[in-house]
């Protein structure tokens, strides 16, 4: 049972290059989540998928679009990396329908925009 | 949508001592308030929670209080040890996206 598991870990980019992080949990969640993480301001919702098929807006997410694969997996793109983009990235994930249960972080990929 | 407030930025104690951090929040209807560890490199990782219909929950050392009417909720460690040393994050559940949103952090130090 791995939980949240998040590739790649690393990675470095080129201004206006692209990319998909991926996001995989194994614990049958509904609700899967994307976060950034800069310094000294937490953790930013970029977006977030309630269940399977549906995914909605955070509070960052210009500069990025998800997908929501399958009840599994949840992946996020950047179409045209850019400097402000660096950060490191959360994947997270909660079971939905149950009063208030917690959610399970991946470790996180650490991108760096040059 | 909600916003949460979180102090001290960083805060440094004396092992053995007591460390509170503090956090407000601005919707009235949130009713789940988590606090997060996270060390160096790390995932941040559930230490507590609490729902709004308790005031306060213990785990060992560890303690949530919660003040709906202030809209404030603090973690309280006891007898602290320098593995205690992390950032620490509160967050509370937005009602309208049913995502946490996260104060920005608390660096604790333990002194040994």
């Known amino acids: 049972n791995a939980g949240v598991t998040q590739t790649p870990k690393f990675q470095v980019l080129k201004t206006g290059q692209s990319m998909t992080l991926q996001c995989a949990q194994d614990?049958?969640?509904?609700?899967m989540y994307w976060y950034r993480q800069d310094p000294g301001m937490g953790l930013r919702l970029i977006y977030y998928?309630?269940?399977?098929?549906?995914?909605d807006k955070g509070e960052v997410p210009n500069g990025y679009n998800v997908s929501r694969l399958n009840k599994r997996e949840f992946s996020l793109r950047l179409e045209s990396a850019a400097p402000s983009q660096t950060s490191v990235y959360f994947c997270?994930?909660?079971?939905?329908?149950?009063?208030?249960?917690?959610?399970?972080f991946g470790d996180g990929t650490r991108l760096s925009i040059l | 949508g909600e916003n949460v407030e979180q102090h001290p930025s960083t805060l440094s104690v004396q092992e053995g001592d007591s460390a509170v951090i503090k956090c407000t929040y601005s919707?009235?209807?949130?009713?789940?308030f988590p606090w997060y560890k996270q060390e160096l490199g790390k995932r941040p990782q559930l230490i507590i929670d609490?729902?709004?219909?308790?005031g306060e929950k213990k785990d060992q050392r560890i303690a949530v209080t919660l003040n709906k009417t202030a809209k404030h909720f603090s973690l309280h460690i006891t007898e602290t040890q320098p593995e205690d040393s992390a950032v620490y994050f509160c967050?509370?559940?937005?009602?309208?996206?049913?995502?946490?949103?996260f104060g920005s952090g608390t660096r604790l130090q333990v002194q040994p």
């Open positions: 997270a994930s909660r079971i939905q329908g149950m009063s208030n249960q917690p959610q399970h």
């Open positions: 614990m049958n969640h509904n609700s």
């Open positions: 998928s309630a269940s399977e098929g549906t995914t």
């Open positions: 919707d009235s209807a949130s009713n789940y």
């Open positions: 609490i729902r709004s219909n308790v």
């Open positions: 967050a509370a559940r937005d009602t309208g996206r049913r995502a946490l949103t």
